[in-house]
């Protein structure tokens, strides 16, 4: 499988809803890059790149001030 999905929106609406402040976006995922983070070799999607700087960005962008990273499962177990 060599295909990279893009599991991301490059431009996300903002939402009605303002989260209270302190709240915490408690699931989200973090990938590559490809070279220093490899997928699994059983990885059943292999998503594009979408860093820290991608994470940072949405987290403001939805108004959230703090984020739980969880492994994906292309990253196996």
Not at 17 to 31: L, M, S
Request: charged share 15%; net charge positive.
């Amino acid at each position: 499988m060599t295909d990279r999905i893009l599991c991301w929106h490059s431009n996300p609406s903002k939402p009605a809803f303002t989260p209270p402040p302190g709240a915490i976006d408690a699931h989200c995922h973090v990938f590559g890059p490809i070279a220093e983070f490899p997928f699994s070799a059983k990885a059943k999607y292999l998503p594009q790149d979408a860093g820290p700087d991608k994470l940072f960005a949405l987290r403001d962008h939805l108004g959230f001030s703090r984020n739980v990273i969880v492994q994906a499962s292309c990253h196996g177990t």
